[in-house]
């Protein structure tokens, strides 16, 4: 019976010491050959997976860490990451060295269980393939213009659903409301294709936010997950959750690829195409093997996270900062006003009002610019980005880089630091970005770097502010915020894109007598 006993307890402890066995095996992968003490590298501040023990409120342990860090690592296994908030370090990798950093395989095997082949994702000829399509796209006055007239389309919609709230006295979630006003502006624009999220008719595209929401905060687990691969392997948990969402979404994207080409092909002879999509779709007849519907799927789902993510979450974390600086957001209804010649109180349509929205007045958004820019600085939409060296390199400030590792830059911590804006840093101050005259003054994209910086800056940077002012200046004519709950704590969602947690829930008051 001894021997029994001890054959039992031998079999129950065995995935006991699997498991520390791993851990071992993980740890000793994880240190050897880091030079953790070497002075000439940056200092470490732990291992990537100790971000688990922050995950919550991970941007602003970054933020703690960098105060005193500028510079600092995380060790990962067989690699470091060296996380920065140096602009020299950040030109010197997004710009001067460009040729030498790559998203590397450690980002593109974790990005592309969601972006796939997107331009995200990808380096080297598929980047530039992409980003010479769509660069030529964004410069076209066609597509200025035809975005510009969906966006004044769908705000005026979503002045209407934020009346019926109003009127009814209920507070709202206006995140949500962001989220599908910008899904179906990208859609419009991007794919020519009308999903009516906002109004609440598509159930399936009201499936596919959720699921590519969801999908986005997936992926980014991944980051500090060390059983991540295992998990996908054996269809478990998170990843298990993942695979499903990603199902969805290429259920649906491929029907959109599907309808969109069947539509260009009737089109043709007419030369009819005002998206971007269709843009793709010409090319891909080209070389259909190369540019194939899934290849097609990964731009598409990449444009969608650049033009609705980064426009409804800056808008949500707008109107949470004018609510908690109502001075600012009476300042900006002001300047709506004389820009646009209208009055308080004016009986005016919503249709009329947005005819008063043109590339002119938008021009003259100056105290809106700074406001929203103001909002980016201290919310950025991707808080955390990097590259990784192809060859061992010399940061600016002195800190060597081993080739394999990474260099991340944190747009949110940067956005606190007091040597790079002022004891006033964690203020929400407009005035910063204004000069004597009370004109918009940009800084260097390696200091404010909300929209990346050097050959791959943002393409949509223009596309997204004349989105989010065509918004804001209806919803900020018509309506005064107000937080539902000022006691509640408002924070973020740790994701690859800064989400409010739990949503941004307000009450609208009306600032007109009209009927809207």
Known sequence: MEALSIIFISIAATP?????????????????????NNPQYPPVKGTVFH?????????????????????????????SVAYTTDPRNIEHVLKTNFDKYSKGKYNQEILSGLFGDGIFAVDGD?????????????????????????FRTNAAKLVRVVSNLAIAGQSFDIQDIFMRCALDSIFKVGFGVELNCLEGSSEEATDFMKAFDESNALIYWRYVDPLWKLKRLLNLGSEASLKKNVRLMDNF???????????????????????????????????PEKMNDRYLKDIILNFIIAGKDSSANTLSWFIYALCKNPLVQEKVAQEVREVTGSQENEAISIDDFMDKITDSTLEQMHYLHSALTETLRLFPAVPVDGRFAEADDILP????????????????????????????????????????????????????????????????????????????????????????????????????????????????????????
């Not at 006991?16 to 953790?36: D, E, G, K, P, R």
């Not at 688990?52 to 690699?79: A, M, W």
């Not at 970005?433 to 909300?450: C, G, H, M, T, Y």
């Open 397 to 516: 400030d002195g800190f060597k880089i081993r080739k394999g590792d990474g260099v991340y830059y944190m747009a949110y911590a940067m956005g606190r630091m007091p040597h790079l804006w002022g004891e006033d840093a964690e203020d929400f101050r407009p005035e910063r970005w204004l000069d004597s005259n009370r004109v918009f003054q940009p800084e260097s994209p390696f200091k404010f770097i909300a929209f990346h910086a050097g050959p791959r800056i943002c393409l949509g940077k223009d596309f997204a502010y004349r989105q989010m002012k065509i918004v804001s200046m209806a919803l900020l004519h018509f309506f005064r915020f107000k937080l539902a709950d000022a006691t509640r704590t408002v924070t973020y969602r740790t994701m690859i894109t800064l989400h409010i947690d739990g949503g941004l829930h307000v009450c609208a008051v009306p600032r007109t007598s009209s009927g809207i």
């Open 253 to 287: 994207v491929n029907n959109v690829i599907s309808t969109r080409r069947n539509l260009l092909l009737r089109q043709l002879s007419n030369n009819a195409k005002e998206d971007i999509l269709s843009r793709f779709l010409v090319e891909s007849e080209k070389d």
């Open 126 to 150: 598929k980047w530039r393939q992409q980003r010479k399509l769509a660069s030529f796209e964004f410069s076209t006055r066609v597509l200025r213009d035809f975005s510009c007239s969906v």
């Open 16 to 36: 006991l010491v699997l498991f520390v066995s791993c851990c071992l095996h993980l740890l000793l992968h994880v240190f050897s050959n880091q030079a953790i």
């Open 51 to 79: 971000q688990l023990i922050y995950f919550k409120k991970l941007y602003d342990h970054q933020t703690e860490v960098s105060r005193k860090h500028p510079t600092f690592r995380l060790l990962g296994p067989g690699q």
